[in-house]
């Protein structure tokens, strides 16, 4: 019972993937091209021969496109008797909260290895320790210029830890501790001309 | 003759040539590290060869640089990841039945049963003979094949002909790769589209960027191919863990007693069986997109017919350690085939090796490097030669350097290397992730690499949920940019004829194979 209703589930996906490049490339055609691509489907070079222009191969590639989508559709809707059309996997409610979950603790960790350097270099400033101006001044400046990546990097591998096994024992952390500073050794203090994140986008 | 012996000795002499004509090692070196560090990794349940090869791709450009000089370095190393990985994976298949790499799960059916009667020493020797060997008789016929099948395509094919075989071999690997060829020739397509964003070929500024002036480079190749292989596939793996409490490495732990040594009248025995299954892996191995799985499947099938007792076959024999380890092994040197006699890539490992190319130096892929141009040395300015053909021989000469590291630093590592296959894939994946994207953002400048490779990753995991494979829009992804210089070039030269990929028969019969395949993909779409 439950495989024949993952079949039919399965078979909706093959009929909204066919719809979905059917409507992709009828955007692509209408509004996406014409407004995102310099020059035509073909254009006059400067010797005044026409060649083919930026559009030609994006047109050609997208008008592949229909007929494979309408060969899935059609498989989709006519298959033969006792078969349900290409197979197809799909994608469910848990898979999106998996990727929910996956996606917030990416971005938290972000977050974290943004705000932890400037963070550090406030304290350190109001303790009266560094005279920085701002994190800027102290990226290059160890270990003021790994402590976001540390703390990110830290919250990145603890988080996906506990997420795939649902627990976090004290050896995975001290696993995601070692794994961080080895990345600081090997991408920071072996590599030059190498900045760790967030230090190449300030 | 004497032309293709200079150029062989001007390419081996390039391995061991510094930039300023000195005598350097450090290619050498660096095969070595990529043999050990592939040995390691592919006995670690959950990496494998290319997972290794795309973190290893950043960390050793911020080492080397993007110069030509860099190129032997790098190359070295990932072509020693390549080959060391396909041997250290039957090392925990053969142990706890746990295969390293996906490669090396038909080894468990005959190398654990080995293990459990107490022969745990000799089948890991066998697997490692039958490997090596393997894989040295397909870097062989890789030596013999590419530059034969070079030569000829650039001799016979012209534009047309060549964009045809393109399009062949996109169709021809949607059709072999994944239960879904249609969904898997839309993904080819939708791979090629994506790589078009930002590049422009007529000067009239980048396109299909959205107005995000971060895109007009185009987007960052290696974050897109990490998020697309490999985080994709990190993150389904970890769902699946996650959903079915299921660690693939979550074994007993006992090693086996380790047994008796591997003699030389039994390694001598096993020749034939390395033969035939070396023969089936190097011919399917050349075949864009069909992997190792299905070579060594043929092959394990093959020696079990072959043999005077197939009963025997799932105990614990050692022809059937020998069938799978000897096919999957050489399917690797077989894979770059295409990619060096075409600039195709067949599997994974060869996307890599394509990818570090095309970040580093002048060198290129395809039928134009096996070109004997004559060596000629001008007077007071430099020798006029094919520097292409000089490095695809230093390429070459760089395998049998790694296939040589194998035999000897190979064989000790994998004695003991048993308690890797301990480590959980719950808590490698996590670390992988990690490693990917802080490669992404140090090798593509920041943030732009770490979304790219997130939003290439999302995409991937979607493909996968679906059951789409990921090889032919990666392929696609790569190949866009030379399929359209040719077909725009061939468009041009045929005079603007809307018919120009008809008009030649080879390329003729070419498209005509690529609608068969088509053809043959709906009807079993219908079918299933």
């Not at chain 1, 997420?163 to 030059?192: K, N, P, Q, W, Y």
């Not at chain 2, 390419?11 to 592939?38: A, K, N, Q, Y």
């Not at chain 2, 939003?455 to 059951?467: E, K, P, Q, S, T």
């Not at chain 2, 041009?492 to 003729?508: H, M, V």
């Amino acid at each position: 019972m439950e495989n024949e209703a993952r079949e039919g589930q399965g078979g909706s996906w093959n009929l909204w993937l066919g719809l979905g490049v059917l409507g992709f490339v009828a955007l692509c055609l209408t509004v996406w091209f014409p407004q995102d691509i310099g020059s035509g489907f073909m254009q006059k070079n400067l010797t005044g021969r026409t060649v083919p222009g930026d559009a030609f191969f994006p047109v050609l590639l997208v008008g592949l496109m229909v007929p494979l989508a309408i060969l899935l559709v059609f498989s989709q809707l006519r298959p033969r008797p006792g078969a349900s059309g290409e197979p197809v996997g799909h994608v469910g409610a848990g898979n999106l909260v998996f990727l929910i979950q996956v996606i917030l603790l990416t971005g938290m960790s972000i977050v974290l290895m943004n705000l932890t350097g400037p963070a550090v270099v406030w304290l350190t400033n109001k303790a009266g320790l560094t005279a920085f101006s701002g994190y800027r001044a102290a990226s290059a400046t160890f270990p003021f210029n790994v402590s976001g990546f540390v703390a990110g990097g830290f919250l990145l591998i603890c988080g996906f830890i506990r997420l795939t096994c649902r627990r976090l024992s004290l050896l995975h952390v001290l696993v995601a501790l070692g794994v961080v500073l080895m990345l600081v050794l090997v991408f920071d203090i072996l590599l030059e001309n190498v900045h760790l994140p967030p230090n190449a986008d300030l | 003759m004497d032309l293709v012996f200079q150029y062989i000795q001007l390419g081996i002499t390039s391995v061991f040539e510094g930039p300023e004509g000195g005598l350097t090692l450090l290619p050498v070196f660096m095969v070595l590290i990529g043999v050990l560090t592939g040995v390691l990794i592919g006995a670690i349940p959950g990496m494998s060869g290319p997972f290794a090869m795309a973190i290893a791709l950043p960390i050793l450009v911020s080492i080397f640089g993007y110069g030509n000089d860099a190129l032997y370095p790098v190359l070295g190393c990932l072509l020693g990841i390549m080959k060391g990985a396909t041997v250290g994976g039957a090392v925990p298949a053969i142990l706890f039945r746990t295969p390293g790499t996906p490669d090396a799960f038909l080894t468990t059916l005959d190398g654990y049963p080995m293990a459990a009667k107490g022969h745990a020493r000799k089948a890991i020797q066998t697997a490692h003979f039958s490997s090596v060997l393997g894989d040295n008789f397909s870097d062989l016929a890789l030596f013999i094949a590419a530059p034969a099948i070079a030569l000829t395509v650039e001799r016979i094919l012209g534009l047309p002909e060549k964009s045809a075989l393109i399009i062949l071999s996109l169709c021809f690997m949607a059709a072999v790769v994944g239960k879904a060829p249609l969904k898997g020739l839309l993904g080819g397509l939708l791979g090629m589209f994506v790589s078009l964003i930002g590049s422009a070929m007529s000067g009239n500024g980048p396109r299909l960027t959205m107005g995000m002036p971060e895109l007009g480079n185009g987007l960052p190749l290696t974050s897109a191919v990490l998020g697309v292989l490999v985080i994709s596939e990190v993150l389904v793996s970890m769902e699946d863990i996650r959903n079915n409490c299921d660690d693939a490495s979550s074994s007993d732990g006992k090693r086996p007693e380790m047994g008796p040594r591997l003699t030389w009248v039994e390694r001598t025995a096993m020749l034939p069986g390395i033969l035939r299954g070396a023969s089936i892996g190097t011919l399917i191995g050349s075949l864009p997109g069909i992997g190792t799985t299905t070579a060594a499947t043929l092959s394990y099938d093959s020696a079990k017919r072959a043999s005077k007792t197939p009963e025997a076959f799932g105990t614990g024999v050692p022809a059937g350690v020998v069938a799978t380890e000897s096919a999957n092994s050489a399917v690797s040197g077989a894979n770059l085939i295409p990619v060096m006699s075409l600039g195709i890539p067949g599997n994974s490992a060869a996307v890599f090796i394509i990818l570090a190319v095309e970040t580093i130096g002048d060198f290129a892929f395809g039928p134009q490097v096996f070109q004997f141009t004559p060596i000629r040395e001008i007077e007071g300015f430099d020798t006029i030669l094919n520097a292409g053909l000089v490095t695809a021989f230093g390429i070459f000469t760089m395998m049998m350097i790694a296939n040589f590291w194998n035999w000897t630093f190979g064989a000790m590592l994998m004695g003991v290397l048993g308690h890797l296959a301990k480590i959980p894939k719950s808590v490698m994946l996590p670390v992988i992730l990690m490693v990917s994207l802080t490669a992404a953002y140090t090798q593509d400048g920041g943030y732009l690499g770490l979304l790219t490779a997130s939003v290439f990753a999302l995409i991937g995991y979607v493909l996968r949920r679906l059951d789409v494979s990921i090889l032919p829009f990666v392929i696609g992804f790569l190949l866009a940019p030379t399929l359209e210089v040719l077909v725009r070039g061939a468009f041009t030269a045929s005079g603007g004829d809307p018919f120009f990929l008809l008009k030649s028969p080879i390329a003729l019969v070419m498209l005509a194979l690529s609608v068969f395949l088509l053809g043959r993909m709906v009807v079993q779409a219908r079918k299933t």
